[in-house]
């Protein structure tokens, strides 16, 4: 077993290494300075390379060594040829790749190595080899993944953010309590002519970039903070040293005015992720918020509710009953506080009377909801 490049420098001065030796470097290709595209690819690579058991030395962050001894490096080299092919097809700069036969072209695998720099040695044109559907999707996913980080590079984020007020009824008024700031997916699935939102791998690695551009404006818009604001982060992102370099410029009042809303469909969410997300909220004096909860979560699990301020539950795919009835709400729901609870999109009167009807008195929505029926009836109005 090899320890990196030292052990496979020492290997081949040597003159113990046999087989074939694949050398994959991504310094060419365009955003490999991300380290999550990069391992997006890396990852990639490394399952084609898994079924043929090569050793795998890490050459630096850009490159990767692969050995064969036992088997033919043929069907890998292939698939590298076929995913060369395919960031050609894109217009993009593909992995390079040297191979090369060991004993006796260990020399110069050990002056690449050296040198951290491309391999000199081409490889022979061929047409490659179809990929199979899987592995289509995978690269395809990855080029989705570069244009959409190409597009937030360089967009102007005010141009992204969209608010949607919270409103609470007091005295039979609709008041702004407080407004969630995301980023407007749908202009991002616009600016690039990609869909996101049907696409949950894609989702998932682009939304660590989503929150720290939602972190950046605020840091350029602290007046933002004068009154309440939420935003929607991942857990790791609230452990981030990003976000406390964020917090820690705010005021006290300012830290008390941000609520972050932790999603319970947060794909790494865990019971030490939200618990360490939670603590450090509390340490620098947020208000938390558990959202994208359903009256289907009949339990309410791992979730740290002793140190939740709001929840906000999607009422967009239920219907009410010819009684015009919502479902009662979960046991520990009430037992939380329906005074807590942000219905989030109602979406006609009806439904929003029967959020009422449930106790709740908190809804988001774009326009200030209509005033209850039995507040129009009163006298003088």
């Known amino acids: 077993m090899l320890t990196g490049t030292e052990g496979l420098l020492q290997l081949l001065a040597e003159g113990q290494a046999s087989g074939t030796a694949v050398l994959i470097d991504l310094r060419a290709v365009p955003h490999a300075e991300n380290p999550l595209?990069?391992?997006?690819?890396?990852?990639?690579?490394?399952?084609?390379?898994?079924?043929?058991?090569?050793?795998?030395?890490?050459?630096?962050?850009?490159?990767?060594?692969?050995?064969?001894?036992?088997?033919?490096?043929?069907?890998?080299?292939?698939?590298?040829?076929?995913?060369?092919?395919?960031?050609?097809?894109?217009?993009?700069?593909?992995?390079?790749?040297?191979?090369?036969?060991?004993?006796?072209?260990?020399?110069?695998?050990?002056?690449?190595?050296?040198?951290?720099?491309?391999?000199?040695?081409?490889?022979?044109?061929?047409?490659?080899?179809?990929?199979?559907?899987?592995e289509a999707q995978q690269l395809a996913a990855i080029h989705k993944l570069a244009t959409y980080e190409q597009v937030l590079a360089g967009a102007d984020v005010s141009a992204l953010?969209?608010?949607?007020?919270?409103?609470?009824?007091?005295?039979?008024?609709?008041?702004?309590?407080?407004?969630?700031?995301?980023?407007?997916?749908?202009?991002l699935e616009r600016a690039v002519g990609t869909p996101l939102r049907r696409d949950p791998w894609l989702l998932q690695q682009i939304s660590p970039i989503l929150d720290r551009r939602v972190i950046r404006h605020f840091q350029h818009e602290h007046a933002r903070l004068f009154r309440a604001h939420s935003i929607n982060l991942k857990c790791v992102t609230v452990v981030?040293?990003?976000?406390?370099?964020?917090?820690?410029?705010?005021?006290?009042?300012?830290?008390?005015?941000?609520?972050?809303?932790?999603?319970?469909?947060?794909?790494?969410?865990?019971?030490?992720?939200?618990?360490?997300?939670?603590?450090?909220?509390?340490?620098?004096?947020?208000?938390?918020?558990i959202d994208q909860l359903s009256p289907r979560?009949?339990?309410?699990?791992?979730?740290?509710?002793?140190?939740?301020d709001l929840l906000k539950l999607d009422i967009t795919r239920l219907h009410v009953d010819e009684a015009g009835r919502l479902p009662p709400l979960p046991d520990w729901m009430v037992a939380f506080g329906v005074e807590r609870i942000v219905a989030v999109?109602?979406?006609?009167?009806?439904?929003?009377?029967?959020?009422?009807?449930?106790?709740?008195?908190?809804?988001?929505?774009?326009?200030?909801?209509?005033v209850p029926a039995e507040r129009r009836m009163l006298p003088g109005r």
Not at 263 to 272: A, G, W
Not at 297 to 308: E, Q, R
Not at 357 to 363: K, P
């Open 37 to 134: 595209f990069r391992q997006s690819i890396v990852a990639l690579v490394d399952r084609f390379a898994a079924q043929f058991r090569p050793e795998i030395v890490d050459i630096g962050r850009f490159a990767q060594v692969y050995l064969f001894q036992d088997r033919s490096a043929d069907p890998f080299i292939a698939k590298l040829n076929a995913v060369a092919a395919d960031f050609a097809d894109q217009h993009m700069a593909a992995p390079r790749v040297g191979v090369f036969r060991l004993p006796a072209e260990g020399a110069k695998l050990a002056a690449q190595l050296r040198k951290a720099a491309p391999p000199a040695e081409k490889q022979a044109a061929s047409a490659p080899p179809a990929l199979t559907a899987v």
């Open 161 to 187: 953010i969209r608010e949607s007020p919270v409103w609470r009824l007091e005295d039979g008024f609709w008041n702004l309590h407080f407004s969630e700031v995301t980023v407007a997916i749908d202009n």
């Open 240 to 289: 981030d040293a990003v976000f406390h370099e964020f917090v820690r410029e705010l005021t006290y009042d300012q830290r008390r005015n941000l609520i972050v809303e932790l999603s319970v469909l947060d794909s790494d969410l865990t019971e030490d992720t939200i618990n360490e997300a939670v603590d450090v909220l509390r340490l620098w004096d947020c208000r938390v918020a």
């Open 297 to 308: 979560n009949t339990d309410a699990g791992f979730l740290p509710l002793k140190s939740v």
């Open 345 to 370: 999109h109602p979406h006609d009167d009806q439904v929003i009377a029967a959020c009422l009807a449930l106790g709740l008195r908190m809804i988001e929505r774009r326009d200030r909801p209509p």
